[in-house]
Structures are given as structure tokens and as C-alpha cells.
């Protein structure tokens, strides 16, 4: 079973899923082999990932129809899977996009209402 981000290593603290929406971007953006995708998952501040996990997750998001893979031989080195997505996964995709933004909404939220207790602690009366 997947870990709640996906992949062992990948800091807990991500939103649900969101290393699975970074794998969907990154295929939508270029069709990829896995190896390219673990660099660049680096590239959007996924750190940590292991190739295990994230070979794990192509497989299942190609089982789910999100992803499509096909052999592509090279002449400088051995064959290597190439993973597309799919209609299905840029429906996801989408989908997950809008999730992220109504994450960013909430947490600016807190955030301004954390600054806002926290600005000048002097102000604040105590109770004892």
C-alpha cells in the first residue's frame, strides 16, 4: 500500500497525493522514463523520493489508466519505459490542481490569521 504521499521519503507534511499530481505534471509537461522523472520531481521540491516507490506509483497510475508506458530502445544504453499520460489522467490532473489551489487558499488563511496573533505579542493582554 502506498504511503499517504505516495513514496517513501517524501515528506509527510505534502498534501494527500501530491506527489502523485507532481508525476502527472511532469509526464503531461514531457513524456518520460522513470529515472528522468525521480531528477525532476526535485525540480518542483519533491525531495527524498526513492526509485523504488516512484516505479511503484507508475505502475499503479497505469494500472488506474492514468499513465500509458511503451518500450522505447535506445543505441546508447538499454530499452527503458516511456510513460504518456492519459485523457483520464489529465482529467486528474486538473482535478488535483484545483485541490492544491484550495489548499493554498486555507493555509493562507491560517497563515494570515497566525500572523495577525503573532505581530506584536506585547499588544496581547494575559490572563492569570
Request: aromatic share 8%.
Amino acid at each position: 500500500m502506498p504511503s499517504r504521499n505516495d513514496i517513501e521519503g517524501v515528506d509527510p507534511g505534502l498534501p494527500r497525493h501530491f506527489v502523485r499530481s507532481c508525476v502527472l505534471l511532469l509526464v503531461a509537461e514531457a513524456p518520460s522514463h522513470g529515472y528522468d522523472l525521480l531528477e525532476r520531481l526535485s525540480t518542483i521540491g519533491v525531495l527524498g523520493a526513492d526509485a523504488g516507490g516512484l516505479y511503484r506509483m507508475l505502475r499503479t497510475m497505469e494500472q488506474g489508466g492514468l499513465l500509458e508506458s511503451k518500450w522505447e530502445t535506445s543505441t546508447a544504453g538499454p530499452a527503458r519505459r516511456i510513460y504518456r499520460i492519459t485523457e483520464d489522467g489529465m482529467d486528474w490532473l486538473h482535478a488535483w490542481a484545483g485541490a492544491h489551489r484550495e489548499t493554498i487558499r486555507i493555509v493562507r488563511s491560517f497563515l494570515a490569521r497566525y500572523e495577525a496573533v503573532t505581530a506584536d505579542p506585547g499588544d496581547r493582554s494575559t490572563t492569570g
